[in-house]
């Protein structure tokens, strides 16, 4: 794209987007993340992970600059690398999620709950499935979970399918939060209105980009938000079909490279008008 892509903003989800459900990252999609970056665009990742576990997919991509959103928006950074941990929080949110949490228990009391400690990892009620959680892990009741007001909670019921959970989570319905139903049995709660295409909205402003010259990316029903925020949103072809539905463009499956042939496209023809 002659001139480049100074004042385009790419967001970019992780798990099945720029890595596959084994953590694996293409050489293709790395040199095409670079080359969008080298060509001017801000890239931001926004993703579902804790910024524990998004931190080692920035280094990975060879980002050490700009935004990233983590934790489904609850958690915005600006990596700089004068600071001492390489990023400073300039976006927070947190809530009081006692309440629901509780109907939840009492829906699934073999259930196991979790939330985040910033830039640490995680407290929980319970061991999760090796590999799912990401940094410390720190056993405490159910109670001491929400002594004080989080960013997310995770809740896992390893027993249900994603659809039965599904159902479950819809019967009971669930007031005053955001959440978002994974591919497995895995329930993200988030403060009220919080997404990551909030998140995004307000990187989009500090860096004044045009709504317009927005490109967005993702293969999750926590993406959904997010492609529909977007100038252009593009699912992934493993995106679940409400996925797809609400993105302007379906690429190709994270296995086939899904996400290079959309930013090889971007920085060979830039974005379409209109």
């Known amino acids: 794209m002659s001139g480049g892509l100074e004042g385009v903003l790419v967001a970019l989800d992780v798990d099945g987007t720029v890595v596959d459900l084994d953590e694996a990252m293409s050489d293709r999609v790395r040199s095409a993340v670079r080359r969008v970056a080298e060509a001017g665009a801000h890239v931001v990742v926004a993703t579902g992970r804790s910024l524990h576990g998004t931190l080692p997919v920035l280094q990975r991509l060879g980002l050490h600059d700009g935004f990233a959103v983590c934790s489904n928006g609850a958690v915005t950074v600006q990596l700089d690398a004068t600071e001492p941990q390489g990023y400073r929080v300039v976006s927070l949110h947190t809530f009081d999620p006692s309440g629901v949490a509780e109907t939840l228990r009492e829906n699934l009391p073999a259930g196991l709950f979790a939330v985040e400690v910033l830039g640490r990892g995680f407290k929980l009620t319970a061991p999760f499935p090796d ?6 892990m720190e056993v405490v009741p159910f109670d001491e979970l929400f002594t004080e007001p989080v960013m997310r909670v995770v ?14 989570v819809e019967a009971v319905g669930l007031h005053g939060v955001a959440y978002s139903v994974g591919w497995t049995a895995w329930l993200d709660l988030a403060p009220d209105g919080v997404t990551k295409a909030s998140a995004l909205e307000e990187v989009r402003v500090r860096l004044d980009v045009e709504r317009a010259a927005t490109l967005a990316v993702g293969d999750g029903r926590n993406d959904v938000e997010m492609l529909r925020w977007a100038g252009r949103g593009i699912a992934m072809g493993n995106a679940p079909a409400e996925v797809q539905a609400a993105a302007d463009a379906v690429t ?23």
């Open 131 to 136: 590999g799912e959680l990401t940094g410390e």
């Open 155 to 168: 809740v896992r019921s390893p027993e249900h399918t994603s659809a039965e959970f599904s159902s479950l």
């Open 252 to 274: 190709a499956h994270v296995d086939e490279d899904g996400l290079a042939l959309v930013l090889e496209d971007l920085v060979a023809v830039g974005l379409p008008a209109g």
